[in-house]
T-cell receptor, first 111, second 117 residues
Framework: QKEVEQDPGPLSVPEGAIVSLNCTYS??????FMWYRQYSRKGPELLMY????GNKEDGRFTAQVDKSSKYISLFIRDSQPSDSATYLC???????????FGQGTTLQVKP | EAGVAQSPRYKIIEKRQSVAFWCNPI?????LYWYQQILGQGPKLLIQFQNNGVVDDSQLPKDRFSAERLKGVDSTLKIQPAKLEDSAVYLC???????????????FGSGTQLSVL
């Protein structure tokens, strides 16, 4: 079983749609949960960061962590064509000192 | 603020040849990482430096891969000899804090795309 699983997509939505991106993880010791966005031919950039459980909102983006289900989500409201990218979830724990990335979900927002 | 610089952007070599990648992290960042990203996969950590010391190289194929960080700043990653399965994007990242990387914001370069024929 992979430590982090993410549906690779691709996911195609019309402009203005609400997008839901998800990851599951296997190790309950993970404490850090991140979402990175990666545009084509670019390196990933940190989009959202959550420590432990709960929600975090930043503009059109909301990150949720459900530790009981080992499930993390990223919601994008009013999606824009500029949101078209690959979204990588990443999880980590201070015990292992490692950050593990999911395989990424490719999102395309059509005008 | 200047970002993480990597070169070259693209490299095409034949199997069994050697190749080297260069990375210049953001000024003042103590921690430097090399990641391998195979097409359709997430980045996988190869090696992590804190200043010029190795923190984690558990996933580095040491029979063919080597890396060094000069004077705690620039870093080079070398593959010798290359195999077909080494075709990937090699990403360099840096972080400011002096921790183990977990929970810290990573700043990535644009990567070097390596094709091994």
């Amino acid at each position: 079983q992979k430590e982090v699983e993410q549906d690779p997509g691709p996911l195609s939505v019309p402009e203005g749609a609400i997008v839901s991106l998800n990851c599951t993880y296997s190790n309950s010791a993970f404490q850090y949960f991140m979402w990175y966005r990666q545009y084509s031919r670019k390196g990933p950039e940190l989009l959202m960061y959550t420590y432990s459980s709960g929600n975090k909102e930043d503009g059109r983006f909301t990150a949720q962590v459900d530790k009981s289900s080992k499930y993390i989500s990223l919601f994008i409201r009013d999606s824009q064509p500029s949101d078209s990218a690959t979204y990588l979830c990443a999880v980590g724990s201070s015990n292992t000192g490692k950050l593990i990335f999911g395989q990424g979900t490719t999102l395309q927002v059509k005008p | 603020e200047a970002g993480v610089a990597q070169s070259p952007r693209y490299k095409i070599i034949e199997k069994r040849q050697s190749v080297a990648f260069w990375c210049n992290p953001i000024s003042g960042h103590a921690t430097l990482y090399w990641y391998q990203q195979i097409l359709g996969q997430g980045p996988k950590l190869l090696i992590q430096f804190q200043n010029n010391g190795v923190v984690d190289d558990s996933q580095l194929p040491k029979d063919r891969f080597s890396a060094e960080r000069l004077k705690g700043v620039d870093s080079t990653l070398k593959i010798q000899p290359a195999k077909l399965e080494d075709s990937a994007v090699y990403l360099c990242a840096s972080s400011l804090l002096r921790g183990q990387g977990v929970g810290e914001k990573l700043f990535f370069g644009s990567g070097t795309q390596l094709s091994v024929l």
